[in-house]
């Protein structure tokens, strides 16, 4: 079956960065775009942007843009989100998804990320 | 792109329907027959529930039904059971390649 296999939890100062993987199995890697999604301590679901593994084409939104970088790795069938420039209101759950024409069908875990001094 | 809007929490009796709205705008929800929800248990990944406004994922169950009109998304409930007690998101896609969520609705079984 599908699975999206996430790394485990962080804790960075700020400032810092964060690379938080994403490993997937049961499908085509190239197939579906990998879209990755935070969470804030109870708060709402924020859509983050995505990744398309067959050609490395992203999209993320615009409040990321300068400190976003998603990749891939086709050998671990693996996606990648690096966040930088860490500030306390980076603290979030993260989470990848699998992205299936306009909808995220199964998701991983996600990875708690904690900014903190 | 502003999140779409939900009511912050509903409630409903056991065996009783309930209704989540979700409210956008003509560029997004309005726009596209492309509304997803998705269940949120506490501690939990969200899990998919609807997509494509009224499309059932395999295994989910059909008490859970979607619609549209105009600017706004609805998810009904029927029959609710006490397991349905959970936060829901709607997402919409906005065009140009970007989703938007919104801002998620607690679901409370009375």
């Known amino acids: 079956q599908v699975q999206l296999v996430q790394s485990g939890a962080e804790v960075k100062r700020p400032g810092a960065s964060v690379k938080v993987s994403c490993k997937t199995s049961?499908?085509?890697?190239?197939?579906?775009?990998i879209t990755w999604v935070r969470q804030a301590p109870g708060q709402g679901l924020e859509w983050m942007g995505w990744?398309?593994?067959?050609?490395?084409?992203?999209y993320y939104v615009e409040k990321f843009q300068a400190r976003l970088t998603m990749a891939t790795e086709m050998s671990t069938r693996t996606a990648f989100m690096e966040l930088r420039s860490l500030t306390s209101d980076d603290t979030a759950v993260y989470y990848c998804?699998?992205?299936?024409?306009?909808?995220?069908?199964?998701w991983g875990r996600g990875t708690t990320v904690t900014v903190s001094s | 792109q502003s999140a779409l809007t939900q009511p912050h929490s509903v409630s409903g009796s056991p065996g009783q329907p309930v209704t989540i709205s979700c409210t956008g705008t003509?560029?997004?929800?309005?726009?596209?027959?492309?509304v997803s929800w998705y269940q949120q248990y506490p501690d939990n990944a969200p899990k998919l529930i609807l997509f494509?406004?009224?499309q059932w994922p395999s295994g989910v169950s059909d008490r859970f039904s979607g619609s549209k009109s105009g600017n706004t998304a609805s998810l009904t409930i029927s029959g609710l059971q006490a397991d349905d007690e959970a936060i829901y998101y709607c997402c919409s896609y906005a065009g140009n390649f970007k989703w938007v969520f919104g801002g998620g609705t607690k679901l409370t079984v009375l």
């Open positions: 494509d406004v009224n």
């Open positions: 003509s560029s997004d929800v309005g726009a596209y027959d492309y």
């Open positions: 998804a699998r992205g299936v024409f306009y909808y995220m069908d199964v």
């Open positions: 049961g499908y085509t890697f190239s197939g579906n775009v």
């Open positions: 990744i398309n593994p067959l050609n490395n084409k992203v």
